[in-house]
């Protein structure tokens, strides 16, 4: 026991953030100790934030900067309270496809999963499927999926990083005035520029204005999409352009996106 936990600590890097300790994979000990983490906690040390305090790194915890394979990077942390998880759109507790969520975000990426799915059976719709027509293809099996609660984690073990370009929100309402993104604004592009030099071989979805700055940092494999939290859905374009990033991931990297026979 003594030297598993040993081990354990030789493979993390430690620092403090908000009174708290987060251990995180040691290969990112360069980069946390060249962030001002301190720039960041003064502006939201007094704000009830989500996720929780301990989440806050979790995409950090397991995989190092030489791991990953794909990185997705969408926006804030979803708002409300016990939801978000610390890995980008994941829902927290939410085990099936087949009962009701609210989040437009994770909808819209099950969507375009299964557009991506139907277009390897010569079915390239130029819109996003209802999430009813979904769930009924799953519940017959028709659109092996992972559930939510497996597919997550599925995913971060094909070494595909699920960062939010903030890692925390003023917990309320999805209003603009809440959001830290201004605080973070810094470590995200760092954080991009120092995967971008060592790391060539990512594929990159980036949604969202606010990514859009990054573009002069990476261009290969990159794709810029605007945000699916939008409920109308998402255009022929970006649609497009999402079939070609499920593509290359798989061509690249050999990702299993559905793990549906597992």
Partial sequence: MFVARLEDNINKYEFGFLGAKFRVHKDWKHFFENICLECIEKNIRRDKIT???ENIFKVFEKLGPK?????IIGQDPYPQPNIATGRAFEVKELNSWLIPFRQATLRNI???????????????????EKIEIIKNA??????????PDKVFDYWEKQKIFLLNFALTYR????????????YWKDFNYKLVRCL???????????????N???????KQNAFYIAHPSDRRGINPKDLEKIRQFFDISV??????????NL
Wanted: hydrophobic letters at 35%.
């Fill in 51 to 53: 996720p929780s305090k």
């Fill in 67 to 71: 791991d990953i394979k794909v990185v």
């Fill in 110 to 128: 099950l969507k375009m999963l299964y557009n991506w799915h139907d277009s390897k059976k010569n079915k390239k719709a130029s819109r996003l």
């Fill in 138 to 147: 799953i519940e017959k099996k028709d659109y092996n999926i992972l559930p």
């Fill in 171 to 182: 917990m309320g309402n999805c209003d603009s005035g809440d959001s830290h993104l201004m």
């Fill in 196 to 210: 971008s030099k060592i790391n060539k071989n990512i594929v990159w979805l980036l949604f969202g204005k606010v």
């Fill in 212 to 218: 859009e700055e990054n573009n002069w940092i990476i």
């Fill in 251 to 260: 061509k690249k990297h050999k990702i299993d996106w559905l793990g549906g």
